[in-house]
């Protein structure tokens, strides 16, 4: 058995589908099918039930994925960590970061980090709050850059505050709160309210919606997005008010109007994430480079990035 018949296994395993795990891998159902089927030959055991279509684990099954869920994420990790030691003379570091906020300071970070190390490439991957959550774990990201309550579960992650950012109210020019630059918590109570999906948003959902209830509200979320581009064009479209940071949030000012929150302390983390057994010093370089931006700069990039 090998790496890639252990992952259609697990695929396979988490979409209860050989239709989707084959769709996921880009190769046809059958070949996942005679794959799955390989191994259960090559083990003597039977992993999947398959019964009119519909398929489920075996326990037999179950104990198998649990393993070979494991062994993947000790084989990424390995892979990310060689290519890690690498850097010194080369290599690559990926760094993830969230849609819809302004990420041109990475600009200034990276060239600082290139007079130091030029033969090391870095490579940006753009991701939901879940999205970049789920790449750590799996060591396909060196760096995240996002709230700390998504990542925090993780043992295998180190995470370090960086910055916070204060949480306003994005409307549509539409919306009567839109003639305000600054509202209360009993102004905006009674709004419809949009949101990115618990899918997507990871603990971040939660969070805002304990955020309304500590102001002694119920938020009226009549939709949800899968990204946040399309949580501020439900905006745009005035189907509803967003909560995002008031400064950095990506949003066309012709079309919505960001407000303050004047009594609420909703103040939302920016962290930096990364690997706990990473000791490369290219990446060490590029956390430091991190640091004295967001220790010294970021500020006044934000207030110029309203």
């Not at 099954?61 to 393993?67: H, K, L, R, V």
């Not at 950012?165 to 003639?179: D, F, H, I």
Request: glycine content about 4%; some cysteine.
């Amino acid at each position: 058995m090998n790496i890639l018949k252990m992952k259609y296994f697990i695929d396979v395993a988490d979409h209860l589908s050989f239709t989707k795990a084959a769709q996921q891998n880009y190769v046809s159902q059958t070949a996942v099918s005679q794959q799955i089927a390989a191994v259960e030959r090559e083990l003597e055991v039977q992993l999947f039930l398959r019964d009119k279509g519909r398929v489920a684990l075996t326990p037999a099954g179950e104990a198998f994925y649990q393993d070979c869920a494991r062994i993947l994420r000790h084989y990424d990790k390995a892979v990310s960590r060689a290519q890690r030691i690498q850097c010194e003379n080369g290599g690559v570091i990926t760094i993830g970061f969230l849609t819809a906020c302004k990420m041109s300071y990475l600009h200034d970070i990276i060239n600082r980090f290139h007079q130091s190390y030029p033969n090391t490439d870095i490579k940006l991957r753009q991701c939901s709050f879940e999205g970049l959550r789920q790449l750590m774990e799996s060591g396909e990201l060196d760096v995240a850059l996002a709230p700390a309550c998504n990542l925090a579960s993780s043992e295998h992650i180190h995470i370090e505050m960086a910055a916070w950012r204060r949480m306003g109210l994005l409307v549509s020019r539409e919306n009567p709160l839109a003639q305000y630059d600054e509202i209360t918590v009993d102004q905006m109570k009674d709004q419809d309210f949009v949101m990115i999906s618990p899918q997507f948003a990871g603990q971040v959902f939660g969070h805002m919606v304990s955020q309304r209830r500590k102001e002694g509200f119920e938020p009226h979320i009549v939709e949800t997005a899968d990204s946040s581009e399309i949580l501020v064009m439900l905006v745009e479209l005035n189907r509803g008010a967003c909560f995002l940071p008031e400064k950095t949030t990506i949003y066309n000012h012709s079309l919505c109007k960001m407000l303050h929150i004047s009594d609420n302390e909703d103040n939302f983390d920016l962290s930096i994430a990364w690997q706990k057994d990473d000791a490369s010093p290219a990446l060490s370089c590029f956390l430091d480079c991190l640091r004295d931006f967001f220790h010294n700069r970021y500020e006044a990039w934000a207030d110029a990035n309203q």
